[in-house]
């Protein structure tokens, strides 16, 4: 078996006396010549290897001894929106406000960062958080506060009013879209439609947020499960087992208009699906799985966001970088800096700025090791470049 098969076949935990047919299947999966290809856009430009910016542009915003913040979400109105999970160690709020002024507060308030009560009424574990078009702010709740762990408590997603501060809707994760092992990391919203994926059993959720309906498409798809290793910068990561460090489909974000969503693991590719598969009574299973289309191949990322422009943003964990990729498929490496240790879900706040937390993931009790996190966890503000990509 060569390598690429066996990783795969490892990373599954697939058992000893099926060794072989995983072997097969796998040759198949990740060959891309076993296969014929499913789109005819053009091939991407490699990613440049030296940044456009130096270091003067990557400035500390602000610092926490005690929470290790995975995603940052600025508002329009000049606040900032910080999630804290449960899942990463941390222990008290998971998500809160920063003020103009500094300040930080439970968001949306005390009350539903609870750390227990009714599992309906508080978030158990936040694993989620945009800003819709419309102005809400989307919270998805795993219900899994330890990944290595069974999950607490049925996942959710919750409509926010950030003016107001109140929840409008929360809407329940039908059960029968789920997996044994399912862990949903990642959420994006289009119009009245929400965007799901499944990081414990690689798949992409579809939920119907008017008629509270979900659907689970692509089970298992080779483009949403963990097939390589998450590399940081000190090598491959591993958990408390010894075992190569896998997370299936975890990022997810779609097109301003809607027209498409694109979606990876960690120790993945980034891949591209027209939203209209998703809704086609008539697509054959072969045409969907042919549909999904190998975008660029990405590095370890700790997370992607998408701009009003259809650009998106990645975290690149292997070498502490900040790179996008516009919609015409032209990457650009925007900064490598070693202080962005594992750098997580980037925030813009529309004025050429980009916030990024070096949230130090290998460093905490999410893979079921030790703790060994450098603190204070910084979160950085990017001055982004005003030229066009070199060319």
Known sequence: MTALPRLFCLLHRVRPGRAASCAVLATLLLNPLAAPLSSTAAWALHMPKVPELGAAALTPFMQSNKQIWTTVLPLPDGRMLLEAPAWVGNTGPQLY?????????????TAWNATDGDPATRIVSASGLIRAASGSVWVLDSGVPDHTKPPVAAPKLLEIDPARNTVLRSIPIEAAALRPGSILSGVAVHDTTAYVADSGVGAVLVVDLTARMSRRFLDHHPALVATRPIVTPSGELHDATGRLAALDASMIAVSPDGSWIVVQPPSGYLSRIATSLFFDPDVTPAA????????FKTPTLGGMTIDSNGTLYWSDVTTGSILSYTTGRIPRRLITDPRLTWPTTPGLDGHGHLFVSASQIDHTTAFGGPASVKWPVTVYDLTLPTTPPPQ
């Open 97 to 109: 406000a920063r003020a103009p002024d500094g300040t930080l507060a439970p968001w949306p308030d």
């Open 288 to 295: 969907f799985e042919e549909g999904v289309t190998q975008w």
